[in-house]
């Protein structure tokens, strides 16, 4: 068979032309969409571009690694390579935990699971998703495809977004960092703790209040009867990985970059002023979009503002910031992003006014 | 971005991760040491993500043209006889590959193709392999200049952990930069005068002046999060940026206040030049 030959380099005329009529057929049957007809034809030369495409990026490698390497000595730019890098290798491990969990959370957990520990009443599931937030070690990374799985899986939206909002904010790791950070100061702990639970239930029950369903734009598998557990461990996984990890590297993009131009005086000059202190503070969060369990050492270096606007450094943080924001994009869509960054921010905010308050 | 595409660029996002922990120790320039296993096994597992992928990806044009060999047989059951067809176990994996593998959602939503967002994965990896970043150094140093203050652990007197507290009268006491102007801010004792210390850091000459400091980042996570720790050093000769060196001498002490302190300076006895700098940060 001539054709086959050389099937990598040429499939020749359309291999799959016949065996997509075939499909066509079965899919008809079965009352489904049809899949466009042209898709399957250029798909195996398509594939062998792909392959070239990737080889002559891993030349380009190579041959920029011995050449450009040395050339790239500007000290602002490695800076900014060292800063991006870091944020990247440091969610990496996150974001892998979280995509790994949460495609196991849609492969082998029934929804019937999540009803019997969830109550069904969205109101009162809130509360018990903001305490289980608790429980789950992990960065915002880990969080935001769990929340998409844990939504899959039929738990109420508004719960799973406390979830998501609650996870990394009051997690153990978060926590103990905190509490290393801040030694000696055992009211900042527990403010920590109160301010970023109120937020997150409040924002979950404001989303039951006024949330609408199709501001979330969650991607509907459908998944065939024959696939096996496993794939659909495999392309969940995958899928999660590619959308969260794309916005993952634009957040980080971005927070090297005002990493690098936001000069620290800036902020000196007005760590004086009470209201606008808290404000900047929760600005700078949402700009540089540390880890939450690194935020309270960085929180605890900014010795000249006072202890309510490093509260709100760690309270806004985990719920909004540049990189979280992206992934959460890329995840349920921008139409949700709109609605529910300002939201958090403003439940945040004041929730950090009344601890502060209250406690600091 | 197809799946071949999406399976190379978890496999080259993979090896990064693997290279940068295994053979070298780059990634102590970006992250704390203690990331390292979790490195290694976000590497390993998306290397071992993205050959499943490619694998199920190739079996699949495989099996696409081992039925264009019997292609006839194929549409011949397919047109007469597709409930027996559906069953067979192969057209039931086939099902799937179309409906969720290659096909499309009800929301016209192609689960197969990643968003254009995802090629940016590529970008870390043409970090690591093309810039690999150095540690952060007299070019941060400067840059936050206006920051220096008390250290960032703010610890109450009594929880000191630079064993100045131990050392015998005379001795020598090396420390981290850190637990240094720690100290220094902090220690309303002062027992840090008269006493010599060790200090080991990377130097950043003043910009207007022939003074230089002595410098360490202070890293909690990753460099995102680094502080500046730094100690003037006035008389000695300004070493070259971004040498290493260690150097023995005693604090000078501030008149007044402690807390009103802008920067700690200190007494070089002697400097010694570090030829294999230790892990970047401290």
């Keep these: 068979m001539p054709d086959r030959t050389t099937p990598a380099t040429d499939p020749g005329p359309p291999p799959s032309s016949s065996l997509g009529d075939s499909l066509a057929g079965g899919w008809a049957d079965r009352g489904e969409e049809l899949p466009p007809e042209d898709w399957g034809r250029a798909r195996g030369r398509r594939r062998t571009g792909t392959v070239w495409l990737f080889a002559l990026f891993i030349t380009a490698m190579a041959l920029g690694h011995a050449w450009i390497s040395d050339e790239l000595t500007s000290q602002a730019f490695l800076a900014w390579a060292t800063i991006f890098t870091a944020i990247s290798f440091q969610a990496l491990p996150f974001l892998v935990f979280g995509v790994a969990l949460s495609a196991a959370l849609t492969a082998f957990v029934p929804p019937s699971a999540y009803q019997r520990f969830i109550p069904s009443k969205p109101s009162h599931a809130v509360p018990v998703a903001g305490a289980s937030g608790a429980l789950l070690p992990g960065c915002e990374c880990a969080s935001v495809p769990i929340a998409g799985s844990l939504i899959k899986g039929g738990v109420a939206p508004a719960a799973a977004l406390t979830f998501l909002l609650a996870a990394p904010s009051i997690n153990p790791v978060v926590m103990i960092a905190t509490a290393v950070a801040f030694a000696g100061q055992p009211e900042m702990i527990l403010a920590r703790f109160v301010a970023s639970l109120l937020a997150a239930v409040v924002i979950g029950w404001i989303w039951v209040r006024f949330g609408r369903a199709d501001w979330l734009r969650l991607p509907t598998h459908n998944h065939a009867p024959g696939a096996s557990r496993w794939q659909v461990f495999r392309e969940s996984m995958l899928h999660d990985m590619m959308h969260a990890g794309g916005y993952l590297v634009v957040g980080g993009l971005a927070a090297a970059t005002l990493n690098i131009m936001v000069p620290r005086e800036w902020l000196l000059a007005v760590a004086g002023m009470p209201v606008v202190s808290v404000l900047v503070l929760a600005l700078l969060a949402i700009l540089l979009s540390i880890c939450s369990e690194a935020d309270a050492f960085v929180a605890v270096s900014l010795t000249d503002f006072s202890p309510t606007a490093k509260l709100a450094f760690m309270v806004i943080g985990p719920i909004v910031d540049l990189k979280l924001l992206a992934m959460q994009a890329g995840v349920f869509g921008w139409r949700f992003v709109a609605r529910f960054a300002p939201l958090c921010l403003l439940v945040g905010l004041l929730s950090t006014f009344l601890i502060g308050g209250l406690i600091l | ?282």
């Design chain 2, 1 to 282: 971005m197809n799946r071949i595409a999406q399976g190379l660029t978890l496999v080259l996002l993979g090896a990064a991760a693997l290279t940068s922990t295994i053979p070298t120790d780059l990634y102590l320039n970006w992250v704390k040491a203690g990331f390292g296993p979790f490195l290694i096994a976000a590497g390993v597992a998306m290397v071992l993500l993205g050959v499943l992928v490619i694998a199920s990806e190739l079996r699949g044009e495989d099996e696409a043209e081992e039925e264009h060999g019997h292609g006839a047989d194929a549409e011949v059951v397919a047109a007469g006889n597709t409930v027996s067809a559906q069953e067979s176990a192969s057209a039931v994996e086939r099902d799937y590959e179309e409906a969720y593998g290659r096909g499309r959602g009800t929301q016209g939503h192609d689960h197969s193709r990643a968003p254009g967002v995802a090629w940016l994965l590529l970008l870390p990896v043409l970090a690591v392999f093309v810039v690999a970043p150095p540690a952060l150094g007299s070019y941060t140093v400067e840059a936050t200049s206006g920051s220096s203050g008390p250290p960032p652990e703010d610890r109450r007197a009594g929880a000191f952990d630079d064993g100045v507290e131990e050392a015998a009268p005379g001795e020598v006491v090396s420390m981290d930069i850190r637990q240094f102007v720690m100290r220094a801010w902090i220690d309303e004792d002062r027992l840090l005068v008269g006493q010599e210390v060790e200090l080991t850091g990377f130097a950043v000459p003043e910009k207007d002046g022939d003074g230089w400091y002595l410098a360490r980042l202070q890293m909690a996570c990753c460099a995102a999060d680094a502080v500046v720790n730094k100690v003037y050093i006035s008389n000695e000769p300004a070493p070259e940026a971004d040498t290493w060196w260690t150097v023995r001498g005693t604090w000078v002490e501030p008149e007044g206040e402690l807390s009103e302190v802008s920067q700690h300076e200190l007494t070089a006895l002697e400097v010694q030049e570090v030829t294999n700098p230790p892990d970047p940060y401290e």
